[in-house]
Every structure is written in C-alpha cells, then in structure tokens.
C-alpha cells in the first residue's frame, strides 16, 4: 500500500509564498497521478493541482491558476506544490492524493491514497 506524507505547511503572509512536498514510500504508484487538495473549515475538500508521473501532463483549479506550480521528482517520488502570491483564502488543510490512473485527475473520488494533511494560514 502506498504511503503520502506531506509537509512544508505553515504560515505565510499574504503575498509569500510556501512550499509542499508529498513523498510516496511503499507500493507507490508508477505511471499514476498526485493530486493536491484542501479543505478549509466548514467547506468540502476542493481539488487544487494534480500531476501525471509519466507525462508530466498537469492540471489546476481556477482559483490557483497563474500562482501555484506543481511538480514531481520521480527519482524521489516526490510531488512538490510551489505556492506564490498567497491569498487568505488559501488558508486550508492541504492534501496530497494519489491514483493508479490518469484518468479525471481533478476529481476527489477517483484518488484511493491520502496523506494527512499539512495546515496552511495565510495572514492578512
């Protein structure tokens, strides 16, 4: 079974920047995808970034688009989330996930692998 633990959470002001990794131990999944999410409180889990390990093919929320950058380093099976220009609503509970496909990569049920979560707050 697949291990995802996260970390780089914080606090940041807005405007900083943070930066996550998600590194995969155990039966990782090749060829796969992982995804982040958030969930801040009293709000659903929302998708935020997702990469693909063997395409390197990407996808983000709307809300991230232009700020965030996802990466991998699949010598390290790691999955990095370079968080720029941070606002104080991205302050949440932020997640890695992981599929064994490539398939509907922003959506929440299709990834079968979670971390635990690592806190960010973004201060005004």
């Known amino acids: 079974q697949v291990r995802l633990v996260e970390s780089g959470g914080g606090l940041a002001q807005a405007g900083g920047q943070l930066r996550l990794s998600c590194t995969a131990s155990?039966?990782?999944?090749?060829?796969?995808?992982t995804g982040w999410f958030r969930q801040a409180p009293g709000k659903e889990r929302e998708f935020v970034a997702a990469?693909?390990?063997?395409?390197?093919?990407?996808a983000y929320a709307d809300s991230v688009k232009g700020r965030f950058t996802i990466s991998r380093d699949n010598a390290k099976n790691t999955v990095y989330l370079q968080m720029n220009s941070l606002k104080t609503e991205d302050t949440a509970v932020y997640y890695c996930?992981?599929?064994?496909?490539?398939?509907?990569?922003?959506?929440?049920?299709?990834?079968?692998?979670w971390g635990q979560g690592t806190q960010v707050i973004v201060s005004s």
């Open positions: 996930a992981a599929q064994r496909g490539v398939s509907a990569i922003t959506t929440r049920g299709y990834y079968d692998a």
């Open positions: 990469v693909r390990w063997i395409s390197g093919i990407t």
């Open positions: 155990g039966r990782t999944y090749s060829g796969g995808t």
